[in-house]
């Protein structure tokens, strides 16, 4: 009996999921399961503004939301063709061994146990983050370095709480630690100036500023006291699926470099310039190996854009509440974003 099935059978729960939604077995062609279907489904952990957030129509949008309608794009060649399922929980593998989702954009955070141990694998990073300050503008402070003599709300009993403190232990800075269990209590003591900052993943900063009544008064500090890695997730027993997801990443990284956009992807079709007509699949066919066609990448940059638009529009100043790019701009501008060139 292969590890997969073993896994599957290991706890009674998991019989209510194959019950509502047939499982993929193990080594199942993921691609050829979803083009049956018609749809792609994808999941993310948890609802959180920017990344994943419906509006009075139920209606997704958000990163994580893009990324998937980009990987619908490169299946399809439709962004539509897609249904996203909001999953509670730090790191929600069973639905993805049983397959009721095709894969997640958003999961906990990469590490070794979860990428070893439940049969999933981590593509790549779609989103650098890691535990930061968010204050008010009025402190006129702009760097961490700088947090001296105040209170910050943190959460309790876990890695942050610890952080926070070795923080501030190799920086020589006092502070006051206002612990609470839950996230949501951090922004309702904030409000309340029952602390003076507050110290969480930017992640979860961000969804806090974006809610608060002029999240443009309020700062998120740029640096990072840990790292974390956010990015898609799959089975381990399909290397095509895999491919597939990644080059999809890949692609949107790639086309930000090249400056191939959304609006002038098509227009571009007539360049000379080598890389381009690469990616654009005018010069070689890089998708026959995926089981793709040859314009899955162009179809990609028209649904969604490149990397640097999927951030602008969920993160940037139109928002509100712009989040600077920092680690996730380009390794040519200082971030650590960077892909595998198309050759």
């Known amino acids: 009996m292969s590890r997969f099935f073993t896994r599957l059978l290991s706890g009674m729960a998991v019989f209510a999921v194959l019950f509502a939604s047939a499982a ?21 952990t948890g609802a959180l503004p920017g990344f994943a957030q419906q509006d009075a129509q139920g209606r997704w949008s958000g990163f994580d939301v893009d990324l998937c309608r980009g990987i619908a794009a490169a299946v399809f060649g439709d962004p539509e063709r897609i249904e996203f399922r909001s999953l509670r929980g730090e790191a929600r593998f069973a639905p993805l061994q049983t397959g009721m989702v095709d894969v997640l954009v958003r999961d906990g955070p990469w590490t070794t146990r979860r990428d070893s141990l439940y049969g999933a694998r981590y593509v790549g990073t779609a989103f650098f983050d890691g535990q930061a300050f968010l204050l008010r503008q009025s402190m006129g402070v702009v760097s961490a370095f700088e947090l001296n003599d105040l209170t910050v709300c943190v959460l309790d009993g876990g890695e942050e709480l610890e952080r926070l403190q070795e923080f501030f232990f190799s920086n020589q800075g006092s502070y ?7 996230v949501a209590d951090l922004s309702v003591a904030y409000q309340a100036g029952l602390c003076q900052v507050i110290s969480a993943p930017a992640r979860q900063l961000q969804a806090i500023r974006r809610a608060l009544p002029d999240p443009g008064a309020h700062r998120i500090l740029p640096e990072r006291i840990s790292k974390e890695l956010l990015g898609p997730v799959v089975r381990d027993d399909d290397q095509q699926w895999f491919d597939i997801i990644r080059w999809t990443l890949f692609t949107l990284i790639n086309a930000e470099e090249t400056g191939i956009t959304a609006s002038n992807v098509d227009s571009l079709l ?6 381009v007509r690469r990616i654009l699949g005018v010069d070689g066919d890089f998708g026959a ?15 969604v ?8 529009r969920h993160f940037g100043p139109q928002t509100g509440a712009a989040l600077l790019r920092s680690q996730n701009a380009l390794w040519t501008n200082g971030g650590q974003l960077y892909a595998p060139p198309v050759r």
């Open 289 to 303: 190996a995926l089981g793709l066609r040859a314009s899955f990448m162009a179809d990609v940059i028209r649904a």
């Open 305 to 312: 854009g490149n990397y640097g638009e999927l951030y602008d």
């Open 176 to 182: 006051r630690e206002i612990p609470y269990e839950d």
């Open 270 to 275: 007539g360049a000379r310039t080598p890389v």
């Open 24 to 44: 993929l077995p193990a080594g199942a062609q993921t691609l050829q399961a979803v083009r049956d279907r018609g749809f792609l489904i994808c999941g993310a």
